[in-house]
Nanobody, 128 residues
């Protein structure tokens, strides 16, 4: 199984950029479809973005489309989330997750139950 550790969160002003990292150990990330989710206080965890196992497909929530970008460095075995033009409503704990058995290599999972492994989360706070 894979272990996931997020980092890179922090407090930023609206309009700023931030890059989150998700370092994997135990298995190579290219074995999994990968995703990012977030959970704001008092709200349910929501899908942010995900990437297919072979890296060929990705998908984004409408709320972050055009501002966020998911990427993966197979050499470093690390998943990234580049976040630009941050808004106060992006404030949440961000989690990376791994799906060990996607339907096919280009499949992009988007539902929480699709994912088998989760990191502990990293806090992102965007001030207005």
């Amino acid at each position: 199984q894979v272990q996931l550790v997020e980092s890179g969160g922090g407090l930023v002003q609206a309009g700023a950029s931030l890059t989150l990292s998700c370092a994997a150990s135990g298995r190579t990330l290219s074995t999994y479809a990968m995703g990012w989710f977030r959970q704001a206080p008092g709200k349910e965890r929501e899908f942010v973005t995900a990437m297919s196992r072979n890296g060929g497909n990705s998908d984004y929530a409408d709320s972050v489309k055009g501002r966020f970008a998911i990427s993966r460095d197979n050499f470093k075995n690390t998943l990234y989330l580049q976040m630009n033009s941050l808004k106060p409503e992006d404030t949440a704990v961000y989690y990376c997750a791994a799906d060990q058995d996607p339907y096919y290599n280009l499949y992009v999972p988007k539902a929480s139950p699709d994912f088998d492994y989760w990191g502990q989360g990293t806090q992102v706070t965007v001030s207005s």
